[in-house]
Structure formats: C-alpha cells, structure tokens
C-alpha cells in the first residue's frame, strides 16, 4: 500500500512545483507578419507601405513594436534581464504567456480567444484605439492577452499594462521615467477606449526629438504636425498627421504668385494649361511691367473690396481674406489647396486644420455683406473644400478620407446665422473652438468671470443651442503654452482638473493645445501628463492623479513639491493680462503707457478701494517667493539622483519665471515712483530692472523648444518678456538710472 504521504505529495505539492516552474518564464509572443523577426518588424516603419489596402505589415510593425516595450520595460521593472523572451506566434512557447494582438492577427490569442473570452467582435466594438487586457488560468498557466480594436489600441494597451504594474512617463528625457519594482503577477481584467479621439498638440513645423514622440505615444497622445521629419514613425505609433495654418491663402492663393494659366489676354504664357476661367472685366494686363502675369492681376475680382477698392489684401499670415463670393476665386482655392495635400506641403496628412488668415478681415464687396457673418463665409469654403477633397478621393488621386477641422476664433468666433447645406457633412468638417483670450484664474464655466462668460457664449451658440446652425461635433484647442507666454512655467492643474470634463459635456471630443515644447518641460511636465490621463479618460481621479505624480516624481519631496505646485498655479494663473494676447501688462509697460493697470484681472496691489478679481502682481511676486523657498528646501533633501534631475530642470524653469516677474514688478515701480515725483526710489527699481533684464538675456534654455513664431529678435528670457521697452521709457521718464547718494532702497 502506498504512503498517504506520497499521494498527497503527488496531488497537492507536485502540481504547485511544476506551475511554479511555469510561472518562472513568461514569454510574449506577437506575429510578425512579413518580417525575418521580431526585432525586424519592430523597426520596420520605413519599409511599411501605410497607404496601400494590406495592413498585415501595418500590424506587424507597431505590435511587435509594442512587444518590444513590453520586455524592455518589464524586465526593467522585474530586474529578470533573461525573462520575457519575445517570439512569434507560430509555436506555443512554455511558461506564462503574454499575447499581443487579437485573434486575427495572433495565432494563439485565436486559439485560446475563448477560454480567455474575448472575440473580434468585441474588440470591433471598442474601436481602432481602445483595447481589451484579461489574464486567464489556461491548462495551467497564466495567459494574459493585450488585444486591441487595431494595431493601435494593442499598442496603447502595452503601455496601458505598463501603466499598471508603475511605469511612468513623466517627460521625453530618460530621467523623467519612473519605473517602479515589481514581481509579475498577472490578473488582469480591463477594457479600455479614450473619451477624447484625438489628442495631442498643435504644431507647424518640424521640432521634436524621437524622445518625444515616443512620450506622445506612451502616454497615449495622438495628434502632432505633418511637418515632422519621420512621418513612418509617426504611422507606426499611431500618431495623427495635421496640416493647415493661417498661411495657406498665401501659399495656395498669393496674389503676388504667377497666374498658372494660358490667360486668353496675355503673350508669354502659352506654355500653360488652358485657362478655365472667364477674362474678368477688371483684368488690366501686367500693370506692375515685370513680364509675369500674377493672380491678382489677372482676377482683380478674386482678391477683396477694402474701402470701394479691389485689392491684394492677402497677406502671408494676416491682411484682409479673398472674396469668398466669388465662386471662381473659391475653386481656384480650394484645388490648389487639394492639390497641396495629394503632392504638395501638406502630402501625407491626416487631418487638415483649415484656417483663414489671423484674425484677418472680409471682403467688403456688395455679395460678399450678402452672405452674412465671417463665420458664414467661413463655413462655404469649408463646404467647398470638403468637396474638393471627396472628389479627389473618388477619382482616386487620394487613397484616404481627410476630415477638415475648421476655425472658430478671433473673427469667425461667432456662430453662424445662416442654413448650411442640406448635405453638409458634419462627420467630415468639425468645428476647433480656440479662447485664446480666456482666463485661467478662473474656470471656463465660471459664471461670472467676463473673459470666460464671453467665450462660454459663443462656444454654447456653436454646440448647445438649441437653434444653432452647426450641428456638428467640436475640437477644444487650448493655450497651455501659447507662443506668447514663451515657455514660463505656468502651472493649471486645477484648470484642467474642472475645463476638460467641461468640454467634454459640451460636446468636444478632440483636443490639442499650442504651442507645447518639445522638452526641457520642468514642472510643465504635470500639465502634459494630467492632459494626456484626462483626455483618454474625463473622469480621471485628478487628487490621486497629483498624489501619485508627486510621490513617484519626487520620492520623499513629494509633501513639499505639492505645496510648491499649489503655489506655482496661484503664481503665473493670471499669466494672460499679464503678456498674453490681448490688453496686457508686457505691452503697456513696452510702450510706457500712463495707466499700467487698466482691468480688474491685473492690479497692481490689493489697495483698499481696488477691484481685483484674480491675483495682483505684487501677490503673484509672493506666492513665486514662497516658491522659491518650497524648491530650495526640496533641493537641500537627501535624495536620488535622478530626483534631483528632476528638481534641477524645474528649478531651473522656475528662475526663469521668477524673474520675469522680477522684472515686471522692478519697471511697474519705477514707473509709478517716477511719476509721482520719486524719481530716486523710482531710479533704484530702474537699476534692479537692468540687472535681472541682464541675466534673462543669458538664458536662451529655457524657451528653446517652443514654437518661435516668427519673432522678430533673438530667442532668449528678456526679449520674452515682450516688454524691453520699458527700461529706454523709463530712462526717458528719469533720465538718469543712478539715484542721489542718500537714496535708501524703497520699502514695499
């Protein structure tokens, strides 16, 4: 007879010992469609074909791509450097299991899809972008499953598992990274899809390092400039394209370009295609003599009416828009622009963000009043241009549908009051609401703020009201780092904790902000990172979101770095009456301007008798000392070197910001002193204005990786002030920076 010992030895402990055994190597295994391997296939963005209709080497190249994070990041994590071996799925490897990909494009997900209950319609179901994560006990092993509704979303629920188990992408540098310690215990039962579909940033122009798109993708983010150098990577981590700024009439339209046509009425052109427009009456030959025929002088009608006179009036950013009533000028227009996207600036792009010119005026021509508002002219071209880009798609010239994002800012701001076209398509043409004058003190719904009040109107006209014109759905583009705030590390947690959950209940459902630096992010790091977890998911946990962004971001600073950003929102909140676009403090003190403080967001000092509904500057001053001294007292702690990375890159941003306002607060004294006959205090406020005016000029580090915007002088701290003026106003207003000899500095 057997020992009862050894039949309990065989049921209980000898199955424990061999799962066990298992559980020591979890493999991941991926297809890797057309490719030699998966190394191969996980970097194989620029042999991809991502227009042509097989997606097998789509799919191939980001899930294996997303494989490949899985075992860097896990066996970080683990510290297992021989563990999470990544095959193919051709065979059934041993061990625990982790498969990426659903069952039509992984073998062994399709052939455990039932134990582990999942099925391609369910993943259908959660669409391109959302993904499904389960973790199942099969024949005696963990299999977890990472599938998505497409490569994408298999790619987003990596990093979503990564998330998970502590990893943490706080910014593109390396040192931003938190990867927390962990032993691989799978049990996973997760569904996941954004709120937001698009979302990201706006760009123009080709910025950004490698680091950075892959935080963008890490964390989520969709949507960045077709400018970018490596459009295959973008693809490959399923990054949106956009193209389109307030330049397009000048580089499709220009009335100074040559009139690309064999004009019935002019010698030298006979090479051109056939002219398919009619000779406009207005038509005078080549009135400037250069032997060219321009646009303009060949359809004087096309450009605008200002003051009874037709005109060029388009400029490369600005000016007044062409005439919109004109159907010829508006075909003209639109194909070129069309053309631009199928071979030209804009070939490759996803999305087109269709904008007139910055806050341009309108053709004052009788039709033109006829069709009503701006925002009505607006919407014809955008109903002209969706046209356009449908044609070239059915004809084959484009192999994708491009949606248009349309402008809703500045002069066309205001809701439309006329019909749109029966066949308008609203899933095509979506309307972007950009307040780029709205204030930050505040929330955007808060009901009595008159900045916000006012945005709040127009954006309910284009998305609420019950008789509106527009019927579609909204983009939300916000200011977070607009180029005329250059950088200052401003901080809305608060903001965004209450305005993205807003929007989304309005109707918004993409989202990207201007004009995002592309590193160097400092504390600006907690506002990219709140985005990207809000915008997949608006009711994100934001207290716990700070908790466990400042324990896992500063470790044992975590208390005092809090307090820091707490103090920093309340420090540079009140940053757009302060230099933003609009009736702002950098302007009036460029200019020297008597009444530096002309509305109640921005005084001075709270006197006795003053309105001031948002922080002053003289309490913006003290809420940044008491900044000063929450980073100071972090940087003294005994911690980790990458920590103290960390607080040296924000600290760094941190002075930069302290002594912008520095520097406002110096001239806005010397202003007042001066002018109320105390021109010796006033001159010692002068001299400290010049002494930190100099050492904002030696920083050029810290606005760097921001959108230039064209600016007009050398990128550095001073010159970001938008306020250099000021010292030669005020050398005019003491004519001396050198003050009596018994002058004793001023008491606040």
């Given at each position: 007879?057997?020992?009862?010992?050894?039949?309990?030895?065989?049921?209980?402990?000898?199955?424990?010992?061999?799962?066990?055994?298992?559980?020591?190597?979890?493999?991941?295994?991926v297809?890797?469609?057309?490719?030699?391997?998966?190394?191969?296939?996980?970097?194989?963005?620029?042999?991809?074909?991502?227009?042509?209709?097989?997606?097998?080497?789509?799919?191939?190249c980001?899930?294996?791509f997303?494989?490949?994070?899985?075992?860097?990041?896990?066996?970080?994590?683990?510290?297992?450097?021989?563990?999470?071996?990544?095959?193919?799925?051709?065979?059934?490897?041993?061990?625990?299991?982790?498969?990426?990909?659903?069952?039509?494009?992984?073998?062994?997900?399709?052939?455990?899809?039932?134990?582990?209950?999942?099925?391609?319609?369910?993943l259908?179901?959660?669409?391109?972008?959302?993904?499904?994560?389960?973790?199942?006990?099969?024949?005696?092993?963990?299999?977890?499953?990472?599938?998505?509704?497409?490569?994408?979303?298999?790619?987003?629920?990596?990093?979503?598992?990564?998330?998970r188990?502590?990893t943490r992408?706080?910014?593109?540098?390396?040192?931003?990274?938190?990867?927390?310690?962990?032993?691989?215990?799978?049990g996973?039962?997760?569904?996941?899809?954004?709120?937001?579909?698009?979302?990201?940033?706006?760009?123009?122009?080709?910025?950004?390092?490698?680091?950075?798109?892959?935080?963008?993708?890490?964390?989520?983010?969709?949507?960045w400039?077709?400018?970018?150098?490596?459009?295959s990577?973008?693809?490959?981590?399923?990054?949106?394209?956009?193209?389109g700024?307030?330049?397009?009439?000048?580089?499709?339209f220009?009335?100074?370009?040559?009139?690309?046509?064999?004009?019935?009425?002019?010698?030298?052109?006979?090479?051109?295609?056939?002219?398919?427009?009619?000779?406009s009456?207005?038509?005078?030959?080549?009135?400037?003599?250069?032997?060219?025929l321009?646009?303009?002088?060949?359809?004087?009608?096309?450009?605008?009416?200002?003051?009874?006179?037709?005109?060029?009036?388009?400029?490369d950013?600005?000016?007044?828009?062409?005439?919109t009533?004109?159907a010829?000028?508006?075909?003209?227009?639109?194909?070129?622009?069309?053309?631009?996207?199928?071979?030209?600036?804009?070939?490759?792009?996803?999305?087109?963000?269709?904008?007139?010119?910055?806050?341009?005026?309108w053709?004052?021509?009788?039709?033109?009043?006829?069709?009503?508002?701006?925002?009505?002219?607006?919407?014809r071209?955008?109903?002209?241009?969706?046209?356009?880009?449908?044609?070239?798609?059915?004809?084959?010239?484009?192999?994708?549908v491009?949606?248009?994002?349309?402008?809703v800012?500045?002069?066309?701001?205001?809701?439309?009051?006329?019909?749109?076209?029966?066949?308008?398509?609203?899933?095509?043409?979506?309307?972007?609401f950009?307040?780029?004058?709205?204030?930050?003190?505040?929330?955007?719904?808060h009901?009595?703020c008159?900045?916000?009040?006012?945005y709040?109107?127009?954006?309910?006209g284009?998305?609420?009201?019950?008789?509106r014109?527009?019927?579609g759905?909204?983009?939300?583009?916000?200011?977070?780092?607009?180029?005329?705030?250059?950088?200052?590390p401003?901080?809305?947690?608060?903001?965004?904790?209450?305005?993205?959950?807003?929007?989304?209940?309005t109707?918004?459902?993409?989202?990207?902000?201007?004009?995002?630096?592309?590193?160097?992010?400092?504390?600006?790091?907690?506002?990219?990172?709140?985005?990207?977890?809000?915008?997949?998911?608006?009711?994100?946990d934001?207290?716990?979101?700070?908790?466990?962004?400042?324990?896992?971001r500063?470790?044992?600073?975590?208390?005092?770095?809090r307090?820091?950003?707490e103090s920093l929102?309340?420090?540079?909140?009140?940053?757009?009456?302060?230099?933003?676009?609009?009736?702002?403090?950098?302007?009036?003190?460029?200019a020297?301007?008597?009444?530096l403080?002309?509305?109640?967001?921005?005084?001075?000092?709270?006197?006795?008798?003053?309105?001031?509904d948002?922080?002053?500057?003289t309490?913006?001053?003290?809420?940044?000392?008491?900044?000063r001294?929450?980073?100071?007292?972090?940087?003294?702690?005994?911690?980790?070197?990458r920590?103290?990375?960390?607080?040296?890159?924000?600290?760094?941003?941190?002075?930069?910001?302290?002594?912008?306002?520095?520097?406002?607060?110096?001239?806005?004294?010397?202003?007042?002193?001066?002018?109320?006959?105390?021109?010796?205090?006033?001159?010692?406020?002068?001299?400290?204005?010049?002494?930190?005016?100099?050492?904002?000029?030696?920083?050029?580090?810290?606005?760097?990786?921001?959108?230039?915007h064209?600016e007009?002088?050398?990128l550095?701290?001073?010159?970001?002030?938008?306020?250099?003026?000021?010292?030669?106003?005020?050398?005019?207003?003491?004519?001396?920076?050198k003050?009596?000899?018994?002058?004793?500095?001023p008491?606040?």
């Open positions: 007879m057997e020992s009862p010992l050894k039949y309990l030895f065989v049921v209980l402990i000898l199955p424990m010992f061999c799962i066990s055994r298992a559980h020591a190597t979890t493999t991941i295994v297809n890797i469609g057309p490719f030699e391997s998966v190394e191969a296939a996980a970097q194989a963005e620029e042999r991809v074909d991502w227009f042509d209709a097989d997606m097998t080497d789509d799919i191939a980001t899930q294996c997303a494989a490949m994070e899985l075992q860097r990041f896990l066996r970080e994590a683990t510290g297992l450097a021989g563990n999470f071996a990544v095959v193919k799925d051709a065979g059934m490897p041993e061990g625990e299991l982790i498969l990426l990909g659903g069952p039509d494009s992984n073998r062994l997900t399709k052939r455990f899809a039932q134990k582990l209950g999942i099925d391609a319609g369910q259908k179901r959660l669409g391109p972008q959302g993904y499904r994560i389960k973790t199942e006990t099969i024949d005696g092993r963990r299999v977890t499953v990472v599938a998505g509704g497409g490569r994408v979303g298999t790619l987003y629920g990596a990093y979503d598992l990564l998330h188990l502590g992408w706080f910014g593109p540098e390396n040192f931003h990274t938190e990867v927390a310690s962990i032993k691989w215990n799978p996973f039962d997760a569904s996941e899809r954004p709120d937001f579909l698009t979302r990201g940033f706006l760009a123009v122009e080709d910025r950004g390092s490698e680091e950075f798109i892959l935080w963008m993708a890490r964390n989520r983010l969709n949507e400039t077709v400018a970018y150098r490596n459009q990577l973008l693809r490959k981590l399923g990054i949106r394209m956009v193209c700024n307030h330049d397009a009439e000048w580089n499709f220009a009335p100074i370009k040559p009139y690309p046509y064999n004009h019935p009425k002019f010698k030298g052109d006979d090479n051109n295609p056939e002219d398919p427009y009619p000779v009456v207005l038509y005078k030959g080549d009135t400037d003599g250069n032997g060219k321009s646009y303009f002088e060949a359809h004087p009608e096309w450009y605008p009416v200002v003051n009874g006179k037709r005109v060029p009036g388009v400029g950013w600005g000016g007044t828009n062409f005439c009533s004109n010829d000028a508006c075909s003209e227009f639109v194909k070129n622009y069309v053309d631009g996207i199928i071979d030209g600036p804009y070939r490759g792009a996803d999305l087109v963000r269709f904008w007139t010119l910055d806050g341009g005026k053709c004052q021509c009788e039709n033109c009043k006829s069709l009503g508002i701006p925002s009505d002219h607006n919407l071209l955008v109903y002209r241009l969706d046209k356009e880009l449908k044609k070239a798609h059915r004809e084959g010239r484009l192999n994708r491009i949606p248009i994002r349309f402008l800012y500045a002069d066309v701001l205001a809701p439309p009051t006329r019909p749109l076209p029966d066949d308008f398509d609203y899933d095509t043409c979506t309307a972007t950009y307040p780029i004058s709205r204030c930050y003190v505040h929330n955007f719904d009901a009595s008159p900045r916000n009040v006012n709040r109107k127009k954006l309910h284009w998305a609420v009201d019950p008789g014109r527009y019927r759905q909204l983009v939300i583009g916000e200011y977070y780092n607009v180029s005329r705030y250059k950088s200052l401003i901080c809305f947690m608060h903001t965004m904790a209450n305005d993205i959950p807003h929007y989304y209940k109707g918004a459902r993409f989202f990207q902000y201007m004009h995002v630096t592309t590193g160097r992010w400092g504390n600006k790091s907690l506002t990219n990172y709140q985005m990207a977890r809000q915008l997949w998911d608006v009711e994100t934001c207290r716990g979101l700070w908790q466990d962004f400042f324990e896992r500063y470790g044992p600073a975590a208390e005092t770095m307090e820091f950003y929102e309340k420090t540079f909140s009140n940053v757009e009456p302060l230099k933003g676009w609009s009736n702002n403090l950098a302007t009036r003190l460029q020297g301007s008597n009444n403080f002309n509305e109640p967001h921005l005084q001075y000092k709270r006197d006795s008798g003053t309105k001031s948002a922080p002053t500057l309490e913006m001053v003290e809420y940044g000392r008491r900044c001294e929450l980073i100071d007292k972090a940087m003294k702690m005994d911690l980790s070197k920590i103290k990375m960390r607080l040296a890159e924000d600290n760094r941003q941190f002075t930069y910001g302290q002594r912008t306002l520095a520097y406002y607060d110096h001239c806005c004294q010397a202003f007042m002193l001066g002018r109320a006959g105390r021109k010796d205090e006033a001159r010692v406020h002068l001299v400290q204005a010049k002494r930190v005016a100099d050492l904002l000029r030696q920083d050029t580090w810290s606005m760097d990786l921001a959108f230039i064209d007009p002088f050398p550095d701290g001073f010159h970001s002030t938008y306020a250099t003026g000021a010292i030669g106003q005020l050398e005019k207003l003491l004519g001396s920076d003050p009596s000899l018994n002058t004793k500095p008491k606040k």
